[in-house]
Structure formats: C-alpha cells, structure tokens
C-alpha cells in the first residue's frame, strides 16, 4: 500500500483575518475559519485515514479535532502532537501587521521595497536569515535549524505509517511550514505565502523520497459545503 500525507493548513484565526503575523504565537479559528474546516472534514469523511498528527499550536489542534470530528472512519484514527510541524516563529516580528513584517525583512536584505524583494529569487534562506537578523527578541531560529525540524518531523510521520503497512495520513501544519517543506522536497518550489486556509496539500513517501501531488486543494472544502446543502450524499 503506498503512503501519502494530505497535509492541511490550519483553519483561518483571528489573526488571519487581521494580517497580523503569527508564527510562535495563537489566536483561535474564527467562526467563518471554523465553518470552512467543517465543510473540510465533510468533504474528507469517506477517506480512511492511518494516523492523524497536528502541530502543538493551538489553531492545528483545533483544525484537527473539528476535522474528525466529521469523519465516517471508526473507530478514528490515532492522533498525535508533533511540535516539529509548527509554524515558522518570527521572533520580535509576532504579533505585528504583515505590512509592518514585510516591511523589515526587505530591508535587512537589502530592498527597498517588499515589492522589489519579491520580484527576485528570494529564498527561504534569505527570509530565515533576515528574520534572525531582525528578532530583537532572539527567539527565531536558524535556517539550518527550521529545515532539520521541519523536514524530519514531517518525515517521521510518513515513515511511521509506512513501516506499519502504509496509507493514508491527515496532518494539520501551518502556511510557510508547508511551503517551506515543498522547497526542501524540491528546490525549484517558490517562496509561496498563497497557501488557503483548510487547503490540501497531499505528498507521496516511497523509498525514503517525498513526491509532490498536488497544492493547496480547497476543492474538499467545497465538497462538504455542497454535502451540507443536502447536493451529494
């Protein structure tokens, strides 16, 4: 049986809605965030799933919940808490407008505008680099340090699932935590920040190797809506 991993992100927060940044910090799912996961998990419900694992952070674990919470499987899949998939943390930067974000990193990398950043390669390095550089606070980590992290707790799970016979895994993370690991599987993968609330990544895992499927699928979410109105079964 191949194993493959739908990794969601999280449902919208408050501060989504906001545009303030949050990486290490948590704000709750809105109540538009939150009706949007339930479609989500409608949308999944007849998928069987071998283990489910969120990040620590509040906004994961909420997503996850209200996702089994929809599903047919029984009994549900064993679900766990993996730190290593949370998001980025952005340091002094948390909690701030991303205007105000975009606004400093530039400028330690030597732009003069976001505008002129993102017209270039810029590159995850670039960007953890430029928030260690910026965190006054000294709370951001090394790019060497998110990579390792990252790639290793996502590996973990697939790997766990396939040494007990494959399948399929549900795994709640975060927006640029996923972008991110779509770059470490493939480098020619964009720093992407267009990443949907409740979208669908899904991956691969064979002979060590992640292979990409698809991005940012809301295409369940729009499922469940239409199974909510009573147009699918």
């Not at 952005?90 to 909690?95: A, Q, R, T, V």
Request: aromatic share 10%; charged share 25%.
């Amino acid at each position: 049986m191949t194993t493959e991993l739908y990794i969601i992100r999280h449902g919208k927060t408050m501060f989504n809605a906001l545009q303030r940044a949050q990486g290490w910090c948590d704000t709750p799912l809105t109540a538009k965030g939150a009706e949007d996961i339930h479609y989500l998990g409608l949308g999944l419900r007849d998928l069987t799933f071998a283990e489910a694992v969120s990040s620590d952070s509040g906004r994961a674990i909420e997503t996850m919940r209200l996702i089994l919470g929809e599903t047919l499987q029984q009994p549900k899949p064993p679900y766990s808490i993996d730190n290593r998939i949370r998001e980025w943390c952005w340091g002094s930067l948390e909690g701030g407008y991303d205007s105000e974000m975009w606004g400093v990193l530039p400028r330690v990398l030597n732009f003069k505008t976001s505008e002129q950043m993102w017209e270039t390669d810029i590159s995850f390095k670039d960007i953890a680099h430029a928030v260690y550089s910026a965190d006054s606070a000294h709370w951001a980590e090394p790019y060497d340090v998110i990579a390792q992290r990252v790639y290793s707790g996502f590996e973990d799970i697939a790997h766990r699932i396939e040494k007990h016979g494959g399948g399929k895994g549900i795994v709640v993370s975060h927006g640029f935590t996923i972008a991110f690991l779509l770059n470490l599987i493939d480098s020619t993968q964009p720093v992407r920040v267009d990443l949907l609330n409740g979208s669908v990544t899904r991956l691969l895992y064979a002979d060590g190797k992640f292979t990409i499927e698809e991005i940012g699928n809301t295409q369940y979410i729009a499922k469940g809506r239409e199974i909510s109105r009573g147009l699918l079964s």
